[in-house]
């Protein structure tokens, strides 16, 4: 068994180093095609970097099988949101080249109704898989909100900083970290903070036309964290109230602690993806 771990391993890691190559190829590509500045090629490369790093830590720890077509999906796009993350680096230093960066955009965003449905149909959904999937869109809507924001205003960095805020404030009230039941609205409201963003990245509308429809975004986005932060709150307070109290040991020998068990669910992150 701890053979056959290893060797997927290494094929994960081959999976991983070859995403990596891939997104070096198209750093390369806009940098010959669009001439990117400094500021465009250390943020993809740092992009880049950290991105296998996190990801090969990730496959090692797990015990995926193979990397799945699902998570290839997934790895596709997030080499385009380096593609992404390179050219708002480098439009605050160059004029924008907004043809290009709402293109790898719409395609990220296309994607990502993509590998969903390919976990499910192929049999291969995994947590690693759906972590990497929100990972990849949260990253996505922050780099956006800062390329949108330098139009519309800083505000517009709340709708790319709130998932993150979430997950920070989880480390110090864990019952932000339990569970959260599927939503269908939660689900419209992530996919809607993209397409808000893209088409005010795009430049096509007014300015009030684009500001409607970022704040449109950013009210529906509140409105879906305050929702479910009520709910693990009111959750966790019903938890707390039914949960029996714990016999107090008359005996000596009786009172040892027992020992813990380790589940899956161990070290889970806040299932909150946007």
């Known amino acids: 068994m701890a053979l056959n771990h290893t060797h997927n391993a290494r094929l994960l890691r081959q ?37 296998w790093a996190v990801l090969t830590r990730a496959v090692s720890r797990s015990w995926l099988s193979s990397f799945g077509p699902a998570n290839r999906v997934t790895l596709a796009r997030a080499t385009l949101v380096g593609g992404v993350t390179a050219l708002v680096a480098d439009s ?29 149909r192929t049999g291969t959904s995994s947590a690693l898989g759906a972590r990497f999937d929100m990972e990849v869109d949260a990253v996505l809507i922050l780099v956006l909100s800062v390329y949108v924001a330098t139009a519309l205003g800083p505000w517009v960095l709340l709708i790319g900083a709130m998932r993150y805020a979430f997950v920070a404030a989880a480390r110090f009230l864990p019952w932000l970290s339990a569970p959260l039941p599927h939503s269908m609205a939660r689900k419209t409201v992530a996919a809607l903070q993209g397409v808000a963003l893209l088409v005010a ?23 879906s964290f305050a929702r479910d932060i009520g709910w693990l709150w009111s ?13 107090v040991a008359r005996v000596a020998h009786l009172a040892r602690p027992v020992p813990r068990v380790v589940t899956a669910d161990d070290g889970a992150l806040p299932a909150r993806s946007a």
């Open 201 to 223: 990245a795009t430049g096509l509308l007014p300015a009030p036309a684009n500001l409607a429809v970022v704040l449109l975004a950013l009210t529906s986005l509140v409105w």
């Open 15 to 51: 999976e991983t180093a070859a995403g990596a190559g891939v997104q070096l190829l198209l750093l390369t590509l806009l940098g010959a095609s669009l001439d990117l500045g400094p500021a465009g090629w250390l943020t993809g490369l740092v992009f880049a970097a950290v991105t």
């Open 92 to 120: 605050f230093t160059h004029p924008p080249r907004v043809a290009v960066l709402t293109a790898l955009t719409a395609v990220a965003l296309i994607l990502d109704a993509v590998d969903g449905q390919v976990a499910r």
């Open 235 to 247: 959750t966790a307070r019903a938890d707390a109230r039914t949960a029996p109290e714990r016999p």
